[in-house]
């Protein structure tokens, strides 16, 4: 496997007659959605060594919209420039070599259709869009001429290769022009034969026309006057052949020279391997024709279902052709094939390229017809990855184009060996999961809610679960079964059983071994076990750990909840983020230390992800649930919301995220460092994945269609880019349709024409038209999806949006047809008929009221009115027929014949004639647009129930109508009010619908209507005052309302409707949801109320620590004041603002901050600060006696920190600190010292840990002003604290011998305690110490950059003082060889572990070099490699000598032997460094000699040389030495 980037790219856009080419030299180029992607051919490639010879080089960037032309010059020396045409109305020119736009020119108005670079002109690039404008542009000189030919859509163009001036152009009427452009567009030839679009133009390669055989009838005439227009002169003598193919399925050759058609191939229909195509259906044909240079009797064409031809022209009378790769079964296209472009390679091989509606580019060989290589495309966002467990090169993607990649990265002859799963699928794959043990066995999800099995080894469709989700499938994770599944016997379930979480919120358990048996909704298991009375919170993600032990469940409002099988009994809940989680990931179970698999990293639409240890959880297995409100990482730098996370499988804590500001992020999640950033793709990313066996390589999924495989090391950048968020932004910039002229507003009438407006945009759902819908591939084909946004209802913003049509012209008698081709093919006609004419007509009827009660009265009988004002003749004929009616006792056929024509005679005959009369003229009324005089004519017959039955089916009821209804009986006005619900209803007339269901006593009926149109607020009031209040539909309107609120971000008001449904503890959580400190208060208000004392303790400690960061102490107590049990935490607050105006005070006055906001008796601090604390304590909060110490003291050691890194932020840090300060305070008061010696020893090493150490000497200078012996007599003999306390002492002394020394360098006002000036004061101003303040912020260790150099001489003139002479003699306490052997074992235990791993990653790659290496028989520089690369112990580094690994077995086994041996208590707390205390005191010694006796320098110099086998030690010795 070579280490060249991969990328999967867009597929080639659909329906472009020219969207791909390529130049001699081996250079490919396609038009991917909105950009061009370059392909690499050939030898110049640089692939490995037995794989396909291509490789994805590069991308060119720039246009908006659709890309719809794609040319390369075909000059030899400008193979580096191409040129491109958009939707977006521009042409541009691009520098390959450097992917730059060199020029551009936006002189077309309309959609451009048609682009070309003339081979024969070297500057000359030509045009056409689909109002029939060609545009002539001329790089070199800037120019351009307009053209306008026909006025047509133009579907193609050519321009000749013998001939500079002609150009050939196809339109989509399937008439063929060339023209001349050096006359201005003169037409030279028009070619009349196809009767539909022209897909493709191709010239024939040789002028002339004696290369074809094709017997001609002589006709001299027709030659002269082609086309019945006299030419002069035609201005190619010798003609030239030309090649032309239609969406009519046939091939035409013409004739230049005589204007005519010579030839017509037509299409064989093909019987396709692997399935048929119906060859009616003429929307699924794309005739595209290449005609190769040097086989000028030959013709290259696409045919139905993706084959490809290659016919033979030199027989007239012999349709011959010859299938592309006719034995090799699936080497074709599958689909309709769009472009055939020819390449010619660096050794010479003459390749045809061609892109299809499968998604796929094929490179075939002309010498052979075969297919040499595949490179597979995304059709849609890359929603997920997914690498098999047991076949560990395959890597699974689900794509938005409704096919699931199964990708063998591991193959060594295909790069891009990739298969292709569809069947059954029909929607975009959103969620993949393999099966952990079963190989070939993968899950997937659909953004319809389905969940299915693929067996990836099979050609069987997949089995499909009949239980759906209702919304989206976000996760599929294999987990053990749970009850009801797990209730079974061994064999009659399976070992794992499938868990899928939808866009509902809801987790299903499915049976693999039954997917057509119901699946098994776990929240009622949860419920039942856990007696949880309140709502539920909607699950957004779920994640097992990898031994099946646990399960955790990311929510919707930021919290996790951790399960533990089998009855899913809840553990703990991680309350950190406070939106919607989307990715939870279990560190992998292999680490070098066990503790490491208990870490579990969650990522939100909060850019942050947290890291949470649950070792003491998993332990303890406490009885009742336990809150997590202290992360034990953090991984701070993403900029918008995080959406997938991976740990590294080769490493200790390792993790990359994917996040929506554009980026992929590894980690160092156990130090809090961001190490690379990869910035590769253009879009937001949704996935991430890890190479099981690459330690280096990941891959990557977005929503700009890419998945990329990239090495971690080989990335510029360590973090995200800050600041704005400039994907955002880009992808806002991007969206931005062009500025249309604006349109005069339509007159409006009842009726909506949005099916006539030629934008087709007002079709759209609310969701849809807010974000825009981006086209896949440029077209909205029913093939092709619109992709929607990973983990949200709404989608995202377009990256290509239709654009509307020029403005209408002006209206007249005859229907105006528009032709809209911004997708690049044929689309619905449009027409505006005379409907909208009419609409414009009648515009005077729209008058005041009172002009209109001037009118007279419309007659209820104009037919018989009018019938009655014609000739004497036909008045008297009336006459005659009526009274022989009158006379006659049977009618004959004559006088009823008569009777019927003249139906106005009925006024005057009898009943039945009437009632015909009466239905004529209703008739009449109905078809002139009077329905309410049809009505008054029912009526007046009687029929009631016949008018209400007409106007309900033409939905034409009334007020007025369904009032009348009851003259007709009750069922007839029952049935009538429904009806009228209906109509209104479709009308958009919910709420009056529903007032008529309430009419008819059907009130269930009214509130579903009005429930299932959201409105809730109407529906509640319906209910509330119709129903019983223990219904529980009011209950269920109030949760679905609730729910809807929520999502939409208006949080007070659902909490509200939570309180209506009387569950406070989910009104208590959606209130707390914003996070501010005022919405955390009163939902801890809330909650006490309620009486939920947990939930509101926890909300009222979060509202405390968002009252921190803005430094409210005063709002803060009020906070931690709402619940008793947080009096612990009142105390360790109370002592964290001491300690905060503490280190205030001794900043300087313009640092210190104004904005906050102290209690009175903070600023009141006189004496030690520990009775300054309990002075505080008894005055604010009662407790000074020991039992209340001792209570407290209990309550807070309840509450575990994770320990702190370099990256700890310093708010966190001080609280971490303060509550173990507290605890040692308490500790103290109550007697309790064995706590309190190793409560401040924690605080201390907390300090350490962080580099601060300032707060350290803060620390030691608040609670052990005098130093550690008086605790010493305070603790028993022996103690279990002895330990604790020597680690603290040797702390204090560690911080007294770095003051020291930083005195001795850098003296300062406050050196004077160390050192004091012998003859000469030095000038402070030269040589004060760095503030505080920076040194905190560098966050470096004491000793690293904070501290001297080694070799900086002492200021002159100063000499120690009496106390530091006594601080270095004490110091010897610091050299304790026992602590130095351990600190020793622990390097040499952590160099080995590195060198493993490290030898483990070498040994990986060298076994994929040689596998690679095999297939050219290459083998022995693979094995130089390894070699070469073999790893070095600690022990050989100066050597440079390898270890192999059975000395690295024995170095490690014997010193974990020596670990063991070392006694707990030396192990369980941590030393200052011996040897770094070593160096510092043999500097001070040869700084100031004789202020360190001999003895002690000596015992320095022995631990140095005894235990300094590392590199860092080995150089500071060597210094000490010169």
Same mark, same amino acid.
């Given at each position: ?287 595209? &024709?290449? %005609?190769?240079? $040097?086989?000028?009797?030959? *013709? ?5 279902? !993706?084959?490809?031809? @290659?016919? #033979? ?118 969620? &993949?999961? %393999?099966?952990? $043990?079963?190989?070939?066995? *993968? ?5 319809? !809610?389905?969940?299915? @099995?693929? #067996? ?139 503790? @490491? ?926």
């Amino acid at each position: 496997m070579g280490q060249e980037p991969r990328t999967l790219p867009p597929s080639p856009n659909w329906y472009c007659g020219r969207c791909s080419d390529a130049v001699p030299g081996g250079l490919f180029g396609f038009a991917a959605r909105t950009s061009v992607f370059l392909v690499r051919v050939g030898p110049g490639a640089g692939t490995t060594p037995g794989t396909p010879p291509f490789r994805v080089v590069g991308e060119l960037v720039g246009h908006t919209e659709r890309v719809s032309g794609f040319s390369f010059s075909h000059h030899p020396d400008q193979y580096n420039l191409c040129a491109t045409s958009s939707d977006d109305g521009t042409v541009k020119i691009w520098d390959v070599e450097t992917k730059s736009v060199v020029t551009e020119h936006a002189l077309h108005q309309h959609t451009i259709s048609a682009l070309h670079w003339s081979p024969r002109v070297k500057d000359l690039i030509v045009s056409g869009d689909e109002k029939g404008v060609v545009f002539c542009y001329w790089l070199n000189r800037n120019d351009s001429q307009h053209l306008f030919i026909e006025p047509r859509t133009i579907f193609c163009l050519t321009c000749s290769p013998h001939h500079e001036d002609l150009v050939a152009i196809g339109y989509k009427d399937g008439m063929v022009v060339i023209i001349d452009i050096s006359k201005k567009g003169e037409v030279t030839h028009r070619l009349r034969g196809h009767d539909d679009e022209i897909h493709s133009i191709a010239w024939c390669p040789l002028p002339g026309e004696d290369c074809l055989s094709i017997n001609q009838e002589e006709d001299s005439e027709e030659s002269a006057v082609p086309n019945g227009k006299v030419i002069a002169e035609a201005p190619v003598t010798k003609g030239c052949y030309l090649a032309t193919g239609s969406k009519d399925q046939t091939i035409r050759i013409w004739s230049c020279s005589r204007g005519r058609g010579v030839m017509v191939l037509k299409l064989p229909f093909l019987k396709r391997r692997g399935g048929g195509v119906d060859p009616t259906v003429k929307e699924r044909l794309w005739l595209t &024709l290449y %005609w190769p240079k $040097n086989q000028p009797t030959q *013709l290259v064409s696409s045919c139905f279902g !993706g084959e490809m031809l @290659l016919w #033979d022209l030199t027989q007239s009378w012999r349709r011959k052709y010859t299938l592309f790769s006719p034995s090799a079964d699936g080497q074709n296209h599958s689909r309709i094939v769009f472009s055939l472009c020819p390449l010619q390679t660096e050794d010479g091989k003459h390749l045809l390229l061609s892109t299809s509606m499968d998604r796929d580019v094929k490179c075939w060989d002309m010498a052979t017809l075969e297919c040499c290589w595949t490179l597979p495309s995304l059709g849609g966002f890359a929603y997920s990855l997914a690498f098999s467990p047991v076949d560990m090169g395959c890597l699974a993607i689900g794509v938005g184009d409704g096919m699931i990649r199964v990708w063998n990265t591991l193959s060594i002859k295909n790069n891009y060996d990739v298969k292709n799963f569809w069947q059954g699928v029909k929607s975009k794959v959103t969620a &993949l999961c %393999w099966h952990p $043990n079963k190989e070939g066995c *993968l899950a997937f999800g659909t953004d319809d !809610g389905k969940v299915g @099995l693929y #067996d990836t080894y099979s050609s069987k469709p997949p089995q499909i679960s009949s239980t759906y989700h209702k919304k989206t499938v976000y996760t599929l994770a294999w987990g053990p079964p749970v009850p009801p599944m797990s209730l079974g016997g061994e064999g009659d379930r399976p070992s794992l059983t499938l868990y899928s979480c939808g866009g509902e919120g809801i987790v299903l358990q499915h049976n693999p071994w039954k997917l057509s048996g119901e699946a098994f909704d776990i929240n009622k298991l949860i419920r039942d076990t856990n007696s949880i009375k309140y709502k539920l919170p909607v699950h957004t993600e779920i994640s097992w750990k990898a031994d099946g032990r646990v399960m955790a469940l990311g929510n919707e409002d930021g919290s996790i909840e951790v399960f533990q099988v089998p009855n899913l009994r809840l553990l703990c809940t991680i309350q950190q983020h406070h939106k919607l989680v989307n990715a939870i990931a279990w560190h992998h179970e292999h680490g070098s230390q066990p503790e @490491l698999s208990c870490l579990v990293a969650s990522g939100s639409n909060n850019a942050v992800i947290y890291v949470h240890s649950l070792k003491a959880v998993l332990e303890s297995n406490p009885e009742s649930p336990v809150t997590i409100t202290e992360p034990y990482r953090t991984l701070s730098g993403h900029t918008a919301k995080i959406t997938g996370l991976a740990w590294s499988p080769h490493h200790d804590g390792r993790l990359v995220s994917a996040s929506y500001d554009g980026t992929a992020q590894v980690w160092d999640a156990l130090r809090e460092e961001p190490l690379y950033n990869f910035r590769g793709h253009r879009g937001r990313l949704l996935c991430v994945a890890w190479s099981p066996l690459d330690p280096d390589c990941i891959y990557s999924g977005a929503d700009d269609f890419c998945v990329y495989r990239w090495l971690a090391s080989m990335q510029n950048h360590s973090r995200p880019p800050q600041g704005k968020k400039s994907i955002e932004l880009e992808k806002k910039r991007l969206s931005q349709p062009k500025q249309k002229p604006k349109k005069k507003k339509k007159p409006t009438s009842r009726a909506p024409l949005k099916q006539e407006s030629p934008g087709g945009n007002e079709d759209e759902s609310p969701k849809e038209s807010e974000k825009g819908a981006p086209l896949e591939n440029g077209v909205s084909d029913q093939d092709q999806d619109c992709e929607d946004d990973a983990r949200e209802p709404e989608p995202p913003c377009s990256l290509a949006p239709a654009p509307a049509p020029a403005p209408a012209p002006a209206l007249s008698g005859e229907p105006v047809i528009y032709t809209v081709l911004s997708s690049g093919f044929e689309k619905s006609k449009i027409t505006i008929n005379n409907k909208v004419t009419a609409l414009k007509k009648e515009s005077p009827k729209e008058k005041t009221e009172a002009l209109i009660k001037k009118r007279k009265a419309r007659s209820m009988l104009p037919l018989s009115t009018s019938l009655d004002h014609r000739s004497k003749e036909e008045l008297h004929r009336d006459c005659l027929v009526l009274a022989t009616a009158q006379r006659s006792t049977e009618l004959n056929e004559d006088v009823s014949a008569d009777l019927e024509e003249r139906f106005h005679l009925g006024l005057f005959t009898d009943r039945a004639s009437l009632y015909r009369m009466i239905e004529t003229e209703g008739k009449g009324h109905l078809e002139n647009g009077h329905p309410e005089l049809f009505h008054q004519l029912m009526l007046w017959k009687g029929d009631l129930k016949g008018v209400l039955q007409t106007a309900a089916e033409r939905g034409e009821l009334t007020d007025n109508l369904v009032a009348m209804a009851p003259v007709a009986g009750y069922q007839v006005w029952l049935w009538a009010v429904e009806a009228f619900a209906k109509q209104l209803c479709l009308q958009e007339q919910h709420v009056k619908a529903a007032s008529y269901l309430l009419y008819a006593h059907k009130v269930y009926e009214a509130v579903e209507l009005l429930r299932c149109h959201h409105f809730y607020r109407e529906a509640i009031a319906v209910a509330k005052a119709r129903l019983r209040p223990e219904d529980p539909v009011l209950k269920d309107l109030y949760l679905s309302w609730g729910s809807i609120l929520e999502r939409d971000g208006h949080y007070a008001l659902a909490a509200k409707c939570y309180l209506g449904a009387t569950s406070a503890y989910d009104a208590a959580k959606v209130l707390a949801k914003k996070g501010d400190a005022t919405s955390l208060r009163t939902a801890a208000e809330l909650a006490t109320i309620a009486g939920e004392s947990e939930l509101s303790a926890s909300l009222a400690l979060r509202c405390a620590q968002e009252l921190l960061l803005a430094k409210n102490w005063v709002a803060a107590q009020d906070a931690l004041g709402l619940h008793d049990s947080l009096q612990g935490q009142r105390l360790v607050f109370c002592l964290l603002e001491l300690l905060c105006w503490r280190l205030e005070e001794k900043q300087p006055a313009e640092g210190r901050s104004c904005s906050a906001v102290h209690h009175a008796w903070a600023t009141r601090t006189q004496g030690p600060f520990v009775q300054t604390v309990m002075t505080a304590w008894r005055g604010a909060f009662r407790v000074d006696s020991p039992e209340q110490c001792r209570d407290a003291l209990q309550k807070l050691q309840d509450v575990k920190y994770p320990s702190a890194t370099s990256n700890t932020p310093f708010r966190q840090l001080l609280l971490h600190v303060c509550h173990d300060l507290t605890l040692a305070v308490l500790s103290q008061q109550a007697a309790c010292w064995d706590e309190a010696v190793p409560a401040l020893l924690r605080a201390v090493i907390r300090s350490y840990d962080s580099g601060n150490f300032t707060l350290m000497q803060e620390v030691y200078s608040a609670f052990l002003p005098s130093g550690c012996d008086h605790l010493r007599d305070k603790l028993g003999d022996p103690s279990p604290a002895t330990a604790a306390l020597k680690s603290l002492e040797a702390f204090f002394l560690y911080g007294r011998l770095y003051e020291i020394w930083w005195s001795l360098s850098r003296p300062g006002p406050e050196s004077g305690v160390w050192v004091r000036a012998a003859h000469s004061t030095p000038s402070v101003e030269q040589n004060l110490p760095e503030d505080s303040a920076q040194a905190e912020a560098a966050g470096a260790e004491p000793g690293a950059d904070d501290g001297p150099e080694p070799s900086r001489p002492p200021s002159p003139g100063l000499s120690l003082t009496e106390e530091s002479k006594h601080v270095l003699s004490a110091c010897q306490r610091l050299f304790s060889e026992q602590h130095a052997s351990l600190q020793s074992t622990q390097r040499t235990i952590a160099g080995a572990q590195e060198t493993l791993a490290e030898m483990i990653r070498q040994h990986q790659k060298s076994q994929l070099c040689k596998a690679a290496a095999s297939d050219s028989n290459s083998n022995e520089p693979s094995v130089a490699e390894q070699a070469h690369s073999r790893p070095s112990s600690p022990c050989k580094e100066e050597k440079n000598e390898p270890v192999s690994l059975l000395e690295l077995t024995k170095t490690l086994t014997e010193a974990n032997e020596r670990m063991a041996k070392f006694p707990e208590s030396i192990k369980a707390w941590l030393f200052p460094d011996v040897l770094e205390c070593c160096l510092i005191l043999l500097h001070i010694g040869s700084q100031c000699p004789g202020s360190v006796n001999q003895e002690t320098l000596q015992q320095a110099q022995e631990l140095l040389q005894k235990y300094s086998h590392t590199r860092a030690y080995k150089r500071y010795c060597q210094t000490l030495r010169t």
